[in-house]
């Protein structure tokens, strides 16, 4: 087998997706220097709750908000700090969000991006983030009504847990990398209520084929699956745009339909392998160990595609 | 005068076992039989547990003997590893302990120690244990490890050879009995490890015997201050002394400098200048270095779990046997760590205001493992190499130059707070403490401050070489010893004196802009890219694979 060593390449699209700060990788993402930002850090817009608890702020709250171009196209985009509090929603931090997708109404871009990094809620400012979910999503709802894609990037440290599962289950469109994880209920969430019989989360190997990219892609909850380099985010964007499904009642109720068929299909599987087994995986335990190439030709094998209705 | 008693004393042991075994080899279920019938109150037992490998069937069945025929063991052994280890000191079956390292038990054998379960000998260093195993602590009985065997007992140690022909040798050949536990019986071994005649008992054990992969460092929790440290390291001291033949410490710090080699130390131009020949366990993190052609060859105290492919692919820079995987040697590989290297480099919990620096606290009694070997000057080395003699130099001294000896480059790389914020850098070391309280004549200490040459932190590099008095040495080390006390304790004036002389450099000093220690400059960031380093031939245990 021919492997390729990670690239020693210090070109800015080659840089990990994972390991760069929010701010990289929203500047590698887009056009060279067309980032603008909205309430940036010298404005600073930060939380009024953490100081209660003696918790440091940030300046940006962990949420950066901006306008700039992809491929020369008019974008609005969000991207999450994952090392500020795991990227976890607070007042500011969701506001800044729900603002930008009120603004697309206005601004009417070619697509709205959401580089999510979060393990879901902030817990000291529970109230206030969680109702910013929830006018998230009803956002996300009405800009996608209103024909603009929201697209979902998925690929960084805390992964997108929580409230951040639930938004990213309203997009469009999600990209994914192995190093990606998307679910509601996190892996500690899942063990301190049903046991480490139930789910081990120091069990690493289990997180990831639970909740990891390839899984997710595998059972059409992410429509891509890339390498973990800005530059295959970037790429794996700009394909999304044109071929976002549109958001009307036949595309929610074909969703529907999809996710009641995948329960009775899937509902009774004991391990993630079960059911890369029953899509038609020959040999499921080496699905972990394939390169982004070698899992693109096992998907295009498969019997049936991932289908994804959203 | 009879000149047979131990001999005798062995065949009537041999004779007592025999109805438990089939020839030599005894199922796993007879183990307790086995050792009630071999093992004698007051017996000086070497259970195998080292850093790595355990004996662990046999602990098991050891702990599960009758405390009545089986009591007062002195154990001798380098680690304490298991639970089983120390279970058998409550349970009144070994009372006495010589020993090396203890790291997962180091809190468990504290509070023993304290309650004077345990009666303690010393905590030696490997190779000082070893050669007590030839002089006045030669085991009675040794159990020990291995892979497979066949049925005149031929053992295949496997990659983790370790200590296994330490024990063996002095145990055999001294009327002592030696069991082997192995993972399985077979008409013929991949290699002869240890030859038959110096096994009595071999016990097919109920599952493998257990590894620990203690030599894996997972990439991605390699923080950008420990690669600062790196940097200041491979160009402060990689690079100005042409360090060729050196060993590491396992912690992250040291495996930042690894994962630099092929990145940042390429740039600088030192390839085939540094970081050529090693005495190392086969740390995943060296992957990315070896694949780049940095490394001439490695000989290994053990063996790392997951690594035996890659190994098995490159004989070129291991010691392989003739089956091809790997041939470990603890006491060879220290030796060659004390005698035959120009660097240590490893990490530590403490450093006081001389240098000594030690990883027992209070709590804690975590033993050495091999830092104190190769982390000391040899004075019995003859040989010149050009690392050594500037080293010697820089030491200084008066007479001949022709009668100076070299210097080892011992260095301490060491953030200034450790784990949970507390303060490496200290007035008193705990292990006074601990010595005070146990009533010991000797302190644990794991590195004595006249073998300490440098001591690296992200503050930068105190050159201890070059103090003259011991002032000047205590100011070169509170000079780099950041916001601690130690630190915040420092004479101003002088540290700049000491850093005008070169005797404390900061990155600065060393043309390091710390804004550039960046994790884009790690070779690997996550284990899995040591796996495609390795061309796949890497397989890291479960709990590092997040794919």
């Known amino acids: 087998m021919d492997w390729k060593p990670v690239a020693l390449s210090t070109a800015p699209l080659d840089q990990s997706w994972y390991e760069a700060s929010a701010r990289a990788r929203l500047a590698g993402l887009l056009d060279a220097d067309t980032f603008e930002e909205f309430i940036g850090p010298a ?10 608890f003696e918790l440091p702020r940030a300046f940006d709250d962990g949420m950066i908000v901006g306008r700039g171009r992809l491929d020369g196209r008019d974008v609005l ?42 393990g879901g809620v902030r817990l000291q400012e529970a109230n206030a983030g969680e109702t910013a979910i929830a ?22 440290r805390a992964g997108c847990y929580g409230g951040g599962g639930l938004i990213a ?86 969703e529907q339909a999809r996710l009641e068929a995948r329960l009775a299909r899937f509902g009774d599987a004991q391990d993630a392998t079960e059911i890369w087994g029953r899509l038609g995986v020959n040999d499921p335990a080496a699905v972990p160990g394939l390169t982004t190439e070698a899992f693109d030709t096992l998907l295009d094998s498969l019997p049936e595609r991932p289908h994804h209705a959203r | 005068m009879d000149w047979h008693q131990e001999r005798t004393a062995r ?8 109805p438990h075994a089939d020839g030599k080899i005894v199922p796993a279920a007879r183990v307790v039989d086995l050792l009630e019938a071999i093992l004698q109150p007051g017996d000086r037992v070497c259970l195998e547990g080292d850093n790595q490998k355990q004996a662990d069937c046999l602990a098991r069945g050891l702990s599960a003997c ?4 089986v009591h007062d063991l002195h154990m001798v052994q380098s680690g304490i590893v298991l639970p089983e280890h120390l279970d058998i000191f409550e349970q009144g079956i070994a009372r006495r302990l010589d020993y090396s390292y203890s790291g997962p038990q180091g809190g468990r054998i504290a509070r023993m120690l304290y309650g004077g379960q345990i009666e303690l000998g010393a905590v030696h260093t490997y190779l000082e244990l070893f050669a007590r195993y030839f002089v006045d602590l030669t085991p009675n009985v040794a159990l020990i490890a291995g892979v497979s065997a066949d049925r005149d007992g031929n053992l295949y140690t496997g990659p983790n050879t370790e200590d296994t022909p330490t024990v063996v040798e002095a145990t055999a050949f001294k009327n002592g009995v030696v069991v082997a536990q192995v993972n399985e019986v077979v008409d013929r071994v991949p290699r002869v490890d240890i030859p038959g005649d110096r096994i009595d008992f071999v016990v097919e054990a109920d599952r ?26 491979i160009k402060g001291i990689y690079a100005e002394y042409g360090i060729r033949r050196l060993n590491h410490g396992i912690g992250f710090g040291t495996a930042a400098i690894e994962l630099l080699l092929p990145t940042y130390a390429e740039r600088l131009g030192l390839k085939g200048r540094i970081a050529t020949h090693w005495a190392l366990n086969p740390h995943p993190s060296l992957i990315p270095a070896i694949e780049s052609g940095w490394v001439k060859q490695i000989h290994c105290f053990g063996s790392e779990v997951g690594m035996d492919r890659y190994i098995r692919a490159r004989p070129d820079v291991f010691f392989t046997g003739s089956d091809g995987s790997l041939r470990s040697n603890r006491a060879f590989c220290q030796t060659a760590g004390l005698y035959a290297c120009d660097l240590f480099i490893g990490s530590t919990l403490q450093i006081d205001l001389q240098g000594h620096s030690s990883t027992v606290t209070t709590n804690r009694v975590a033993g050495f493992g091999g830092a104190p070997n190769m982390g000391s000057d040899p004075h019995g080395r003859r040989h010149p190499s050009d690392t050594w003699m500037k080293a010697g ?65 992200e503050e930068g590099i105190a050159n201890l070489l070059l103090c003259r008095t011991l002032d000047e040495r205590e100011q070169a080390i509170r000079g780099v010893a950041g916001y601690t006390d130690v630190g915040r304790g420092r004479d101003h004036a002088e540290v700049e004196r000491l850093r005008a002389r070169g005797v404390i450099r900061r990155p600065e000093d060393l043309g390091i802009e710390p804004l550039d220690a960046d994790r884009s400059l790690l070779a690997a960031r996550s284990i899995k890219d040591l796996v495609h380093w390795s061309g796949g031939l890497y397989e890291p245990p479960a709990k590092f694979r997040n794919w």
């Open chain 2, 393 to 457: 130099r820089e030491a200084g001294g008066t007479g001949d130059p022709a009668l100076r000896r070299g210097r080892k480059l011992v260095v301490q790389l060491v953030e200034t707070f450790g784990d949970k914020l507390v303060p490496t850098f200290v007035e008193r070391l705990d292990a006074l403490e601990l010595a005070r309280k146990l009533d010991l004549e000797l302190a644990p200490v794991m590195v004595y401050a006249d073998d300490v040459t440098h001591i690296v932190t």
């Open chain 1, 77 to 118: 985009v969000a991207a999450q700090e994952g090392r500020f509090m795991g990227g976890a929603f607070g007042e500011i931090h969701g506001a800044k969000l729900v603002g930008l997708l009120r603004a697309a109404l206005a601004v009417k871009p070619a697509a709205l991006l959401i580089l999510f990094d979060t």
């Open chain 2, 208 to 233: 493998p015997f257990y590894v620990e992969p203690l030599f894996t460092r997972d990439p991605a929790a390699v923080t950008e201050t420990q690669i600062l440290m790196a940097m200041m390291a």
């Open chain 2, 66 to 69: 009758d405390p009545s025929r």
């Open chain 1, 169 to 254: 289950g309203t997009c469009a469109h999600l990209v994914i990398s192995e190093g990606g994880r998307l679910s509601v209920s996190g892996p500690e969430v899942i063990e301190t209520n049903r046991g480490a019989e139930e789910f081990d989360s120091r069990d690493r190997a289990l997180v990831w084929r639970t909740m990891g990219g390839k899984h997710r892609r595998l059972i059409g909850a992410a429509d891509a699956f890339v390498d973990d380099t800005i530059g295959a985010f970037r790429a794996a964007a700009l394909a999304a745009i044109p071929t976002a499904p549109t958001f009307d009642l036949a595309s929610l109720e074909a």
């Open chain 1, 135 to 156: 006018e998230i999503m009803r956002a996300i709802a009405v800009t996608r009504a209103a024909g603009i894609p929201v697209i979902g990037l998925i690929g960084g």
């Open chain 1, 43 to 52: 404005q600073r817009m930060m939380s009024p709750h953490l100081p209660l």
């Open chain 2, 11 to 18: 065949e009537a042991r041999l004779e007592r076992a025999r």
